[in-house]
């Protein structure tokens, strides 16, 4: 699940960074404000990475999907890109824990093939 989702959540990396070239064209928005926001939501994708197999980190990402979404009431293609990276990280979460699954029956059948071998 690992992999999935840090390949989820570095892709979002980028296209937070690119929302963020985006909405510095519009008139309504600081730059400095832009890039708090966006340097903040690039950091939160990056630092996720690292706890997304600690309790608490598959709701992080949520959080930050929930977030991406709600950036398009400033840059509009960010509700579709939003939408797109929430079905992303789902599929990473979901297929991801039966990848887990099949790992770990792989290794206990692995292991119960080399026990018998170990006494002998």
């Known amino acids: 699940m690992r992999t999935l989702c840090a390949s989820t959540l570095i892709s ?29 939501g690039m950091l939160l994708s990056v630092l996720f990475c690292g706890v997304i197999t600690r309790p608490g980190g598959v709701q992080l990402g949520w959080a930050l999907q929930i977030a991406l ?21 789902w599929a990473s979460v979901h297929y991801g824990r039966k990848i887990d699954e099949a790992k770990a029956r792989w290794a206990a059948m692995a292991e119960a093939q080399e026990s018998p071998q170990a006494h002998a």
């Open 12 to 40: 979002e990396f980028f296209v937070i960074g690119f929302a963020g070239l985006v909405a510095m064209k519009s008139d309504d928005l600081a730059m400095g404000t832009v890039w708090t926001v966006c340097g903040i």
């Open 69 to 89: 979404i709600l950036s398009g009431f400033f840059v509009p293609m960010m509700y579709i890109l939003g939408v797109a990276f929430a079905a992303l990280w």
